[in-house]
């Protein structure tokens, strides 16, 4: 049973564009959110983290969307640059383990 | 930032052999995790730990396989014996605090098992 979805699978942006994730879940229970950003090669390192009291939270060209009524999520990168290009993996905890969502990796073309 | 280093970052067994993956957390941090990731995809939860024991622990944290942090050191994942189904990427991550919502997992740049 898959907690924490993640789409698209893939995606792929011009530089300057914005690139839209999304991520939903299933438990009622989860109420902290973190995103990781993961480069090839290298472990997943925090990006940005929103609760489930807050529905927006930015910091700088990434803000994370949430709907608490839906189960869902959105990460916006804005102003897409090369050097975003990764992996990001949606998040998931509720007072246990961290769940992580399947990933969904963004390409930006210059 | 915080790093947290593992050893080695690639290891070659054979199948049915023991193998040790060690990890050197953040120095002040509390809690330790394992996790697992096939390929590029997804990261699965294995199993945390805190003074001295185990927390939590998934399906996919078998009998086969042990943590442990002996007198402070590294925190080690034994696996023993070890499958083809083992091969994968092996985080290890710490963290200062757990399960308040405010802890930051701080992840090492994995250790690739590949079981032959």
């Known amino acids: 049973q898959q907690q924490v979805r993640q789409s698209p699978q893939s995606l792929t942006v011009w530089e300057g564009e914005t690139a839209i994730l999304n991520c939903s879940y299933e438990?009622?229970?989860?109420?902290?959110f973190p995103w990781y950003q993961q480069f090839p090669g290298e472990g997943p390192a925090l990006l940005i983290s929103?609760?489930?009291?807050?529905d927006k939270k930015e910091d700088g060209r990434f803000t994370i969307f949430f709907n608490k009524r839906e189960k869902k999520l959105s990460l916006h990168i804005t102003d897409s640059q090369p050097g975003d290009s990764a992996t990001y993996f949606c998040a998931a905890q509720g007072g246990r383990a961290l769940i992580f969502g399947t990933g969904t990796t963004v390409s930006v073309s210059p | 930032g915080p790093k947290v280093l593992q050893i080695p970052s690639h290891q070659i067994i054979d199948m049915g052999q023991m193998v040790t993956l060690n990890c050197d957390p953040v120095s002040n941090h509390l809690y330790f995790y394992w996790y697992k990731q096939i390929l590029g995809q997804q990261m699965e939860f294995l199993v945390n730990f805190y003074n001295g024991k185990v927390m939590e622990k998934s399906k996919l944290f078998k009998d086969q396989f042990s943590v442990e942090r002996p007198d402070g050191s590294y925190f080690t994942l034994k696996i023993q014996p070890t499958a083809l189904e083992d091969s994968a990427v092996y985080f290890c991550?710490?963290?200062?605090?757990?399960?308040?919502?405010?802890?930051?997992?701080?992840f090492g740049s994995g250790t690739r098992l590949t079981v032959l």
């Open positions: 929103i609760r489930s009291v807050s």
């Open positions: 991550a710490s963290s200062f605090d757990w399960g308040t919502s405010a802890e930051t997992l701080y």
């Open positions: 438990d009622s229970t989860f109420n902290y």
